[in-house]
């Protein structure tokens, strides 16, 4: 994912964030006044958080998940980690869901003189059901670390612990969880491949592009992206473009965030706008969000590794999807 340096929409929200602050802080002193004086002490305390509906996340059978990929090696594709990653991926979620269905193609990079065998793991609950919500990440990692700052470490590939492991890992837990509680529609886990190939974005996003232009019957009634939600302090705002395509969806997530007590992991604002697989589901009309947290000092650069991350924040990432697809009817 790359972070969208266009100024207008971030102005847009900066000045929406505004406005509504000011109706907050209006309004705010009155409604308090009241609750003190008419309602009882018990009833003013901060309620319990609510369960998630499902069976308990596993935050640190996940974290085992991290590590796993990362053992491999950057999963640049057409390295033999990429395909030992592949391989993990198929045999860790196969046992768990319904059906596995695999997309693969070839991607030329004429710039690279190069040609990628790509693949699309899609993990299927509940088939037969009518109403669809389908979980994405990716599982490749990039190939240049492009943010480092000498020239010969730029070209290295990076190991991908938060970016690429992270939702990854969550998505192979929350197969074993919804294996075991089965939810009333169909939950479709998509590990998208080449997301980050790049360098520049004419050659990103490879995987979500395929699945989105090539669904067949397994389009979604809507998509949500994890990415890069794995490391220490997890922090994840609405990312500005998901909240201008599906609010609605947003909301849910975030209410969720809430009422699991996360509200400190989910802050309820905006802050990045990103490019991310979403605007291309988005883009064929497929409404999808995505939950990132882009405040991490090492993105691509070659210390995002399992150190940097926590399997608290996988927890909290795999309770809060827990309840949006139990709740989900
Ligand atoms: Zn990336």
Redesign the pocket.
């Known amino acids: 994912?790359t972070r969208k340096a266009i100024a207008p929409l971030s102005a847009l929200f900066a000045a929406a964030t505004l406005v509504l602050s000011g109706c907050r802080a209006q309004t705010a002193p009155t409604a308090q006044a009241s609750q003190i004086t008419a309602t009882p002490a018990a009833q003013l305390s901060t309620p319990a958080p609510v369960g998630t509906g499902g069976p308990a996340f596993d935050g640190a059978r996940a974290f085992g998940f991290l590590k796993a990929q990362c053992a491999f090696g950057p999963r640049k594709p057409g390295t033999p980690p990429h395909e030992q990653c592949k391989s993990y991926i198929l045999t860790n979620i196969s046992p768990y869901v319904d059906k596995t269905v695999t997309q693969t193609w070839s991607y030329h990079d004429d710039a690279r003189h190069v040609t990628l065998p790509l693949t699309n793991i899609l993990g299927i609950i509940n088939p037969q059901a009518k109403k669809k919500i389908l979980l994405l990440t990716h599982w490749d990692t990039?190939p240049t670390a492009d943010q480092e700052l000498d020239a010969a470490n730029k070209k290295k590939p990076i190991m991908?612990a938060d970016?690429?492991a992270s939702g990854t890992a969550v998505l192979l837990e929350l197969a074993r969880a919804l294996h075991k509680q089965k939810p009333a529609v169909g939950i479709e886990l998509l590990f998208v491949d080449g997301?980050?190939w790049g360098p520049g974005e004419d050659k990103m996003y490879l995987g979500a592009i395929h699945f989105a232009s090539n669904p067949g019957e397994w389009r979604p009634d809507y998509a949500i992206l994890l990415d890069m939600i794995g490391d220490k302090g997890l922090t994840v705002y609405r990312e500005k473009s998901s909240q201008l395509m599906d609010p609605s969806l947003n909301d849910t997530v975030w209410a969720d965030a809430g009422l699991l007590g996360y509200r400190a992991q989910f802050p309820d604002a905006p802050k990045w706008q990103i490019s991310d697989d979403h605007d291309t589901f988005n883009a064929h009309g497929i409404p999808a969000i995505d939950l990132i947290d882009f405040d991490y000092a090492y993105?691509?650069t070659l210390g995002d590794t399992p150190d940097k991350c926590d399997p608290k924040s996988l927890q909290v990432i795999g309770e809060v999807m827990e309840k949006v697809i139990y709740d989900a009817r």
Request: hydrophobic share 20%; net charge negative; charged share 45%.
């Open positions: 994912m990039r991908g970016d690429g997301e980050d993105w691509h």
